[in-house]
């Protein structure tokens, strides 16, 4: 069974950029707001940024002005652009429907350093 895949963490200093990556199935992406979530160590997994079909973007106040949101509906695509990065966004970051998660993919780990 396909399932959601992202890609893109790693390690990068305070104040750098990067971009974090999701594919899945069509039966995911098709007609529902996507999302990416994070989840910080012995934090519960909260949510970072979301985006409907069309496009229209809804940010958490700790990550408003640095990070965009985007998505490819043809190729079940969905972006991260993360800028200024500070060491709080340390976190495995998630992609799924919103507000309806379901089945999680592996997650990417991103971590920046001070």
């Known amino acids: 069974q396909i399932q959601l895949s992202e890609w893109g963490g790693g390690l990068v200093q305070s104040g750098e950029r990067r971009r974090l990556g999701c594919i899945g199935p069509?039966?995911?992406?098709?007609?529902?707001?996507m999302a990416w979530y994070r989840q910080a160590p012995a934090k519960q997994r909260e949510l970072v940024a979301h985006?409907?079909?069309?496009?229209?973007?809804f940010y958490a106040d700790f990550v408003k002005g640095r990070f965009d949101i985007s998505r490819d509906n043809f190729q079940n695509n969905l972006y991260l652009d993360m800028s200024d990065l500070k060491p709080d966004d340390t976190a495995v970051y998630y992609c799924?429907?919103?507000?309806?998660?379901?089945?999680w993919g592996p997650g990417t780990q991103l971590t920046v350093s001070s």
């Open positions: 799924n429907k919103w507000p309806d998660p379901g089945d």
């Open positions: 069509r039966s995911t992406f098709s007609g529902n707001i």
């Open positions: 985006i409907t079909v069309d496009h229209k973007t």
